[in-house]
């Protein structure tokens, strides 16, 4: 029989990667969608049209104890991922608020509700870079402290010692993956390097002029998305469970990004970008990057793109899409 796989956050970018892997592998896969999803599916569930009728969606919400446990209890799954988060780094306070405790309670309800009902079940936890924070060694690891500077790096980090919890009083198999940011074609516009290249191609065809950005000296660790959501799946296939560091163990700055997207296009970026003091953040991060040895040692992950041929990916598929050659 098909092991059975419960995804939340399946509409976002790794949640759509994730999807993608474990059809491929033979899964059947269900996920978690909120009805404002199924009604405006068009937008909302985006990354999953390619995969149709193959997949069995569940509406509930996150901060609805019942509908989750009443979704849980539907599936019986062999293996929960939990990617559903908010998990654009805000410094706004209405949005800690609600980060703070959608995060953490969110993570509580589903593994309360996984132990009461199907023990047996896999969790994977999407922990973040973020959780480190402020960092004062570099590269960081699994045996790096904890010194999060954003609440939604302390929501992630409360979810993470909810995990340890789960998998040490109730013997639960859950996993905490420490993920540094990655990328691919399905990131959303929020984040920097898809708002760079969608205005780049923009530029590029004529339909904009320049794009406003924030600190372009900020460095990130950035991998490709579809690496990372194989990560995540070793993590669950071991004997036993244990956290790992999914990282590239380079980093680079957003003007290196920025040049390189430009260049791709025959641009060159000093004549369109500005940068405008709404976008800077209150804290920079500096020198995070990740020692990912250990799940290469023990899973034998490794990563299979560059930056520069993510990049290339990324304005390829920027390009289809406006001007129409893809859905
Ligand atoms: O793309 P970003 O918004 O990603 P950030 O904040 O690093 O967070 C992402 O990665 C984390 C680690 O995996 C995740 F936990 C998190 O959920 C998310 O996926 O910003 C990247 C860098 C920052 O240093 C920011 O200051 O880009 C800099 N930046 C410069 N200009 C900008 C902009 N970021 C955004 N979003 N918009 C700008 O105009």
């Given at each position: 029989?098909?092991?059975?796989?419960?995804?939340?956050?399946?509409?976002?970018?790794?949640?759509?990667?994730?999807?993608?892997?474990?059809?491929?592998?033979?899964?059947?896969?269900?996920?978690?969608?909120?009805?404002?999803?199924?009604?405006?599916?068009?937008?909302?569930?985006?990354?999953?049209?390619?995969?149709?009728?193959?997949?069995k969606l569940h509406v509930a919400s996150?901060?609805?104890?019942?509908?989750?446990?009443?979704?849980?209890?539907?599936?019986?799954p062999d293996e929960c991922y939990h990617?559903?988060?908010?998990?654009?780094?805000?410094?706004?306070?209405?949005?800690?608020?609600?980060?703070?405790?959608?995060?953490?309670?969110?993570?509580?309800?589903?593994?309360?509700?996984?132990?009461?009902?199907?023990?047996?079940?896999?969790?994977?936890?999407?922990?973040?870079?973020?959780?480190?924070?402020?960092?004062?060694?570099?590269?960081?690891?699994?045996?790096?402290?904890?010194?999060?500077?954003?609440?939604?790096?302390?929501?992630?980090?409360?979810?993470?010692?909810?995990?340890?919890?789960?998998?040490?009083?109730?013997?639960?198999?859950?996993?905490?993956g420490i993920l540094y940011n990655h990328?691919?074609?399905?990131?959303?516009?929020?984040?920097?390097?898809?708002?760079?290249?969608?205005?780049?191609?923009?530029?590029?065809?004529?339909?904009?002029?320049?794009?406003?950005?924030?600190?372009?000296?900020?460095?990130?660790?950035?991998?490709?998305?579809?690496?990372?959501?194989?990560?995540?799946?070793?993590?669950?296939?071991?004997?036993?469970?244990?956290?790992?560091?999914?990282?590239?163990?380079?980093?680079?700055?957003?003007?290196?990004?920025?040049?390189?997207?430009?260049?791709?296009?025959?641009?060159?970026?000093?004549?369109?970008?500005?940068?405008?003091?709404?976008?800077?953040?209150?804290?920079?991060?500096?020198?995070?990057?990740?020692?990912?040895?250990?799940?290469?040692?023990?899973?034998?992950?490794?990563?299979?793109?560059?930056?520069?041929?993510?990049?290339?990916?990324?304005?390829?598929?920027?390009?289809?899409?406006?001007?129409?050659?893809?859905?």
């Open positions: 029989m098909a092991k059975k796989v419960l995804i939340t956050g399946i509409a976002g970018q790794d949640g759509s990667y994730l999807a993608d892997l474990l059809l491929a592998k033979g899964y059947e896969v269900h996920g978690i969608v909120r009805r404002i999803a199924i009604e405006d599916s068009t937008h909302k569930l985006k990354n999953l049209v390619h995969l149709h009728d193959r997949l996150l901060d609805n104890v019942l509908s989750l446990i009443k979704t849980v209890r539907e599936v019986m990617l559903a988060a908010s998990s654009f780094v805000s410094y706004s306070f209405e949005d800690e608020m609600s980060i703070l405790n959608n995060n953490i309670n969110a993570t509580h309800y589903l593994l309360a509700a996984l132990k009461e009902f199907v023990p047996h079940c896999r969790f994977y936890y999407a922990g973040t870079s973020e959780m480190f924070g402020n960092v004062e060694q570099s590269p960081q690891d699994e045996r790096t402290p904890f010194n999060p500077r954003a609440i939604y790096g302390v929501s992630k980090v409360a979810g993470y010692h909810l995990v340890k919890n789960y998998r040490s009083q109730y013997g639960m198999f859950a996993c905490s990328e691919s074609p399905r990131r959303g516009y929020e984040f920097v390097t898809r708002k760079i290249i969608s205005s780049a191609v923009k530029i590029k065809l004529g339909l904009l002029d320049s794009v406003s950005l924030g600190n372009l000296d900020a460095r990130r660790d950035w991998g490709y998305a579809p690496d990372y959501v194989q990560a995540m799946w070793l993590m669950l296939q071991t004997d036993a469970p244990d956290d790992f560091v999914v990282a590239t163990g380079e980093t680079h700055t957003v003007r290196e990004f920025v040049e390189t997207a430009f260049n791709c296009l025959g641009l060159d970026y000093r004549q369109f970008v500005k940068t405008d003091p709404q976008f800077f953040r209150p804290t920079e991060l500096v020198d995070l990057c990740g020692n990912a040895r250990k799940i290469t040692d023990e899973l034998g992950w490794q990563r299979t793109r560059t930056l520069q041929q993510i990049i290339v990916e990324m304005v390829e598929s920027e390009l289809a899409l406006c001007e129409g050659r893809k859905g």
